[in-house]
Nanobody
Framework: QVQLVESGGGLVQAGGSLRLSCAASGRTFSGITMGWFRQAPGKEREFVAGIRWSGGSTFYADSVKGRFTISRDNAKNMVYLQMNSLKPEDTAVYLC?????????????????WGQGTQVTVSS
C-alpha cells in the first residue's frame, strides 16, 4: 500500500504561483511513477505532470508545459508541483497519484493510489 497526502493548495491571483506537495509513505518506491492530476467541477480528471521515482524523467500536459514543474525528493519521499503563471482555467482540485510501473501514464485509470486532493483557485 502507498499513502499519499497533498498540501499547498489555496487561492491565488492570475499570474501568481503555488507549490503543491505530496507526501508519500508505505511500500518501497523503487519502480514507482508519480503523477499529478486535476479535476474541475463537471469535468473529467485531467493529467497534469508525471515523474519517475528512479531517474527523475518527467512528462507534462501541453496545457501546463513551460509553466509547471514536477520534482521529487527521494530522501523525504516527497513529490512537488511548482505552478507559475497561473491562469483561472488552472482552477481545480489537484490530486497526487502513484503507480508501480516505470512508464509515465497520462491515463488516470493506470494509477492505483490516490491522495485526497487539494483545492487550487485562481482568480482573474
Amino acid at each position: 500500500q502507498v499513502q499519499l497526502v497533498e498540501s499547498g493548495g489555496g487561492l491565488v491571483q492570475a499570474g501568481g504561483s503555488l507549490r503543491l506537495s505530496c507526501a508519500a509513505s508505505g511500500r518501497t518506491f523503487s519502480g514507482i511513477t508519480m503523477g499529478w492530476f486535476r479535476q474541475a467541477p463537471g469535468k473529467e480528471r485531467e493529467f497534469v505532470a508525471g515523474i519517475r521515482w528512479s531517474g527523475g524523467s518527467t512528462f507534462y500536459a501541453d496545457s501546463v508545459k513551460g509553466r509547471f514543474t514536477i520534482s521529487r525528493d527521494n530522501a523525504k519521499n516527497m513529490v512537488y508541483l511548482q505552478m507559475n503563471s497561473l491562469k483561472p482555467e488552472d482552477t481545480a482540485v489537484y490530486l497526487c497519484a502513484a503507480r508501480y510501473s516505470i512508464g509515465i501514464s497520462s491515463d488516470a485509470t493506470d494509477y492505483g493510489y490516490w491522495g485526497q486532493g487539494t483545492q487550487v483557485t485562481v482568480s482573474s
